[in-house]
């Protein structure tokens, strides 16, 4: 099982920029995609953000796409989520996790290890 541990959230004005960090542990070898997602009160868990092996592919919700990006550093085993032009939508529970597969790259059903969350509240 990945251990993954969620960093770097917190209370920002619209506009601003936040950088998200996942570090991951334990057993690692068959993830095939690390991803975002995230939850508001009430809401469904969307995915926001993917980064799958084969060349380091990523995938973008459409709500985010030219303002989010993810990316990962393998020597530190740690996935990156940097968060521009941050609006009050945005605000929600972020969560990394893993997944053994490379279809489905922003299906939540398909990953099987999470982090415990990080909180992005972005006020107007």
């Known amino acids: 099982q990945v251990q993954l541990v969620e960093f770097g959230g917190g209370s920002v004005q619209a506009g601003g920029s936040l950088r998200l960090s996942c570090a991951a542990s334990?057993?690692?070898?068959?993830?095939?995609?690390m991803g975002w997602f995230r939850q508001a009160p009430g809401k469904e868990r969307e995915g926001v953000a993917a980064?799958?092996?084969?060349?380091?592919?990523?995938y973008y919700a459409d709500s985010v796409k030219g303002r989010f990006t993810i990316s990962q550093d393998n020597a530190k085993n740690t996935l990156y989520l940097q968060m521009n032009s941050l609006q009050p939508e945005d605000t929600a529970m972020y969560y990394c996790?893993?997944?053994?597969?490379?279809?489905?790259?922003?299906?939540?059903?398909?990953?099987?290890?999470w982090g415990q969350g990080t909180q992005v509240t972005v006020s107007s």
């Open positions: 996790a893993a997944s053994p597969w490379v279809v489905g790259p922003l299906r939540g059903e398909l990953y099987n290890d």
């Open positions: 334990g057993y690692t070898l068959s993830r095939r995609c």
């Open positions: 980064i799958c092996t084969g060349g380091g592919t990523t």
